[in-house]
Each structure stands twice: as C-alpha cells, then as structure tokens.
C-alpha cells in the first residue's frame, strides 16, 4: 500500500494509506457482519484512511469504527463529518432493517426505490455552533477516541465559508488538539471558491473527482499543498467510468500501444486507469471508493500498488479525458 504523511501529525503518528475506505454503508446497506468482515479486509490490506460520518449507518458507522479500532487507535486515520444529523432510528425501523436488506438483494428493481426512503432519514444543512459541538461530541464518544485526524463540514453549501463563527470554533478544536486537520466537503463550485479563498482553519477537501471531472484534475494540482480527498471516483456527478475507458480505447490521439494496455475484458484495467489518473500527477492525495466486498477491496488495492501504465501514460490518458473546446 501507498502512504503520506498526514499534515502537522506527530512523530509515530499512522500515515495515511492512499486508498480511503468510505464508512457511508457500514450499518446502512450493509448487515453488521457485512461491515465487519470488510473493515477486517480493508485494515488487512493495509488501509490505514477511514472515512466517516454522524450521519452513516443512520448513525451507527461510528460507534462500529470504535468498536473495531478499540486499541489500535493509533494504527489509523479517522475523518468523520457534521453537519448531516441521522433520524431516530429506534424501535422498529431498527428491527426491519435486516429485513430490508434481504428484500432489495432479492429485488434489485427496488433500489431507488430503498435509497429515496433511506434520504428521508437524514437531516442536512445543520451547520450552527450548538450541532458541532454536540455531533463532535457524540463522534468522539461513539469513536472511542480522544481526537479525530480530520473533521469535515459535510456537504456544505458555500454560505458556510462565510459563517466566521463557526469557522472560528473549528479552529479552536484545532487548538485543543482534538482535531487534527478541519476541512470541508461540497460540490465543485464550493470547493472553487475555497480554494481561491482559502477560509482558515480550513486545511483540507474532500469532493467527486472521476474520469468525467478531468478537468478539475488540473485546479487541484494549483492546491496540492492543501490534504486533498476524492470521493466517488467510479460514478457519481460526471459519467460512468466503463463508458470512459471504452472511449480511451478507441481514442487515436493516444498511442497504439497505450491503447493496446487498455485490454478488453480485463478487469482490472477499470481501477488501473481510475484510481491512478486521480492520484497520479494531481493535488490529490487520496482517493474513496466504495467497496465493501473483499474483491472490490483487493482489486483496488491492487490497481494502487500495481498499475500497469507509467506515470507518462497515466498522464496522456488524463489530458485525453478532458473536454475538448472545437
């Protein structure tokens, strides 16, 4: 596995591995021996980044993440977020759930259907002084630590980089030691705008980064001395990824025998190809996908630790994914 430094951590602190693993299934779409068994594989692997929530799981990703790092705190890289608060979730919402799982395996139609429901049990947008303090609290205690490698304003709107209060109190978490790093979370156009303006105590950025946002490839390497964190590298916000690669394959301004890397039927050509135009030659120093099945999780530590194209390739294939103006 590939690592760096974290920013201002001390001497003998874990470093964090490349590869990030996203906490949002755990306790959600995932049974609670699902979550296990993958955060098992994932800390095997040597992952060492996770990437957390108040809101995952309903709630309940944290709590599973104390749970499994207890005594071996020091090992790891925990990001949670606030600002997304989970719905009461007792009683028999809670008992249905394994329930509900079983029904949208077997009745796959029913997805959309499961993930509308699933939005309604979160509450957004709450970003006042009274929900951090009580949403970090409640992450310290459900994480069984003292102090997290990173928060992050979850999904925030950009009038968040205007509330000077708030701002403020995360840069006193800073102070305390109980916060490592404070960064944000949003779509690209707030991200933009932070990077131009760079709101202290703001140090690091998580945000969709994938083959159909190229282009943003290059503003993140302006950024590079900034902890910087893409998520949804598969999907999500810019098209599908397979999609993308086909169109590399067929692509006569690259090289035949570029080309002729970009083997058919490969499966590992997909997280070759994603994950190393993310990381490699940008301002990004980590990348999330989701993967709570073991394969997922040795494919993409795989595609990391072993890529096929070199550091040129990896580049030509970047620059043929941005838009072209004709």
Same mark, same amino acid.
């Given at each position: 596995?590939?690592?760096?430094?974290?920013?201002?951590?001390?001497?003998?602190?874990?470093?964090?591995?490349?590869?990030?693993?996203?906490?949002?299934?755990?306790?959600?779409?995932?049974?609670?021996?699902?979550?296990?068994?993958?955060?098992?594989?994932?800390?095997?692997?040597?992952? @060492?980044?996770?990437?957390?929530?108040?809101?995952?799981?309903?709630?309940?990703?944290?709590?599973?993440?104390?749970?499994?790092?207890?005594?071996?705190?020091?090992?790891?890289?925990?990001?949670?977020?606030?600002?997304?608060? #989970?719905?009461?979730?007792?009683?028999?919402?809670?008992?249905?759930? #394994?329930?509900?799982?079983?029904?949208?395996?077997?009745?796959?139609?029913?997805?959309?259907?499961?993930?509308?429901?699933?939005?309604?049990?979160?509450?957004?947008?709450?970003?006042?002084?009274?929900?951090?303090?009580?949403?970090?609290?409640?992450?310290?205690?459900?994480?069984? @630590?003292?102090?997290?490698?990173?928060?992050?304003?979850?999904?925030?709107?950009?009038?968040?980089?205007?509330?000077?209060?708030?701002?403020?109190?995360?840069?006193?978490?800073?102070?305390?030691?109980?916060?490592?790093?404070?960064?944000?979370?949003?779509?690209?156009?707030?991200?933009?705008?932070?990077?131009?303006?760079?709101?202290?105590?703001?140090? @690091?950025?998580?945000?969709?980064?994938?083959?159909?946002?190229?282009?943003?490839?290059?503003?993140?390497?302006?950024?590079?001395?900034?902890?910087?964190?893409?998520?949804?590298?598969?999907?999500?916000?810019?098209?599908?990824?397979?999609?993308?690669?086909?169109?590399?394959?067929?692509?006569?301004?690259?090289?035949?025998?570029?080309?002729?890397?970009?083997?058919?039927?490969?499966?590992?050509?997909?997280?070759?190809?994603? &994950?190393?135009?993310?990381?490699?030659?940008?301002?990004?120093?980590?990348?999330?996908?989701?993967?709570?099945?073991?394969?997922?999780?040795?494919?993409?530590?795989?595609?990391?630790?072993?890529?096929?194209? @070199?550091?040129?390739?990896?580049? &030509?294939?970047?620059?043929?994914?941005?838009?072209?103006?004709?």
């Amino acid at each position: 596995m590939r690592y760096v430094g974290l920013p201002g951590a001390a001497d003998g602190s874990a470093k964090m591995s490349v590869l990030g693993f996203g906490c949002a299934a755990l306790l959600g779409r995932a049974s609670r021996k699902e979550s296990l068994t993958a955060l098992e594989t994932a800390f095997d692997a040597g992952i @060492t980044f996770y990437d957390t929530a108040r809101s995952y799981g309903y709630g309940g990703s944290e709590g599973l993440l104390g749970e499994f790092f207890a005594g071996r705190r020091d090992q790891v890289v925990l990001c949670t977020k606030f600002g997304i608060l #989970p719905a009461s979730q007792g009683g028999w919402k809670q008992k249905i759930k #394994p329930l509900a799982r079983a029904v949208v395996k077997a009745i796959p139609a029913l997805r959309k259907a499961a993930q509308a429901q699933a939005a309604s049990q979160f509450v957004a947008g709450q970003f006042d002084l009274a929900t951090l303090k009580s949403s970090f609290e409640t992450s310290l205690r459900e994480l069984r @630590t003292d102090y997290v490698d990173m928060l992050i304003l979850h999904a925030a709107p950009e009038t968040v980089l205007e509330q000077d209060d708030l701002l403020e109190a995360m840069g006193r978490l800073v102070e305390s030691g109980k916060v490592r790093m404070a960064g944000i979370s949003a779509e690209l156009p707030v991200i933009s705008r932070y990077f131009a303006e760079r709101q202290k105590p703001l140090t @690091t950025a998580q945000f969709a980064l994938n083959l159909g946002l190229m282009d943003f490839a290059a503003e993140t390497q302006k950024n590079g001395d900034l902890l910087l964190v893409a998520n949804h590298p598969y999907g999500g916000p810019g098209g599908n990824a397979s999609e993308k690669i086909a169109a590399l394959w067929a692509s006569e301004a690259l090289p035949v025998s570029l080309r002729e890397k970009l083997v058919a039927g490969d499966p590992q050509v997909l997280p070759e190809v994603v &994950l190393n135009c993310i990381l490699n030659g940008t301002g990004v120093s980590a990348v999330i996908p989701a993967m709570m099945q073991p394969r997922h999780i040795a494919s993409n530590v795989a595609a990391v630790e072993n890529c096929r194209f @070199t550091s040129e390739e990896v580049a &030509l294939l970047r620059t043929d994914l941005q838009p072209r103006s004709y």
